[in-house]
């Protein structure tokens, strides 16, 4: 069964840095494309970025270009986001997901970022 | 970055057929395949369609999807209490080289 599980999320400053982690599982981690997508409670899904399977491309949304960085273990099956330079309009809840073929089969429960003083 | 557009708000009947829109451009929907993904409050996506009209084993043959130029459409037929959720496409885009969602549909079965 494939599994997408969240860490790492909470409260945190403006101008602070949070990393969250992704574990899979059920699955052959390096055959596929990953994402962090977020959404703000009550609004809409939005990108944030991806990593191919082996790591040697990353895609950011221009929101958080230079700021956060995707990168991923596929040794040990995890898939992280480093955010630094976290922004009031970064809190959302942050989704780990695959794709395969460009289309969007597995996503995780989330976790929440809340970037507040 | 410029998004996908999608109506707010749908409101359909018990039983009826509800149709939701998705319009874009060249750069995606009209050249990318479209995925259709539904959301219950509290809960994270939930593949429907993918590559325009594919749908994943397990979901109701009551779902389906299409694309015309650059408007992709999901139709629901025989709206069952259940159906009501949001629902969203997303899509690559070349011209952004970023995926896009769109801004979302809620759908209300009265």
């Given at each position: 069964e494939v599994q997408l599980v969240e860490s790492g999320g909470g409260l945190v400053q403006?101008?602070?840095?949070?990393?969250?982690?992704?574990?899979?599982?059920?699955f052959t981690f390096s055959s596929y494309w990953m994402h962090w997508v977020r959404q703000v409670p009550g609004k809409g899904l939005i990108w944030v970025s991806r990593i191919k399977g082996d790591g040697s491309i990353t895609t950011y949304t221009d929101s958080v270009k230079g700021r956060?960085?995707?990168?991923?273990?596929?040794?040990?099956?995890?898939?992280?986001?480093?955010?630094?330079?976290?922004?009031?309009?970064?809190?959302?809840?942050?989704?780990?997901a695959r794709t395969h073929m460009g289309n969007w089969d597995y996503w995780g429960q989330g976790t929440l970022v809340t970037v507040s003083s | 970055q410029a998004g996908l557009t999608q109506p707010p708000?749908?409101?359909?009947?018990?039983?009826?057929?509800?149709?939701?829109?998705?319009?874009?451009?060249?750069?995606?929907?009209?050249?990318?395949?479209?995925?259709?993904?539904?959301?219950?409050?509290?809960?994270?996506?939930?593949?429907?369609?993918?590559?325009?009209?594919?749908?994943?084993?397990?979901?109701?043959?009551?779902?389906?999807?299409?694309?015309?130029?650059?408007?992709?459409?999901?139709?629901?037929?025989?709206?069952?209490?259940?159906d009501e959720a949001d629902y969203y496409c997303s899509t690559w885009d070349s011209s952004l080289s970023a995926e896009l969602f769109g801004g979302g549909t809620k759908l209300t079965v009265l």
């Open positions: 403006p101008g602070g840095s949070l990393r969250l982690s992704c574990a899979a599982s059920g956060f960085a995707i990168s991923r273990d596929n040794a040990k099956n995890t898939l992280d986001l480093q955010m630094n330079s976290l922004r009031d309009d970064d809190t959302a809840v942050y989704y780990c | 708000s749908v409101s359909k009947g018990l039983g009826q057929t509800a149709t939701l829109t998705c319009t874009g451009n060249s750069d995606n929907v009209g050249n990318e395949g479209v995925s259709w993904l539904q959301q219950h409050q509290g809960h994270p996506p939930k593949l429907l369609s993918y590559r325009n009209n594919n749908r994943p084993s397990g979901i109701s043959e009551r779902f389906s999807a299409s694309r015309s130029g650059s408007t992709a459409s999901l139709t629901i037929t025989g709206l069952q209490p259940e």
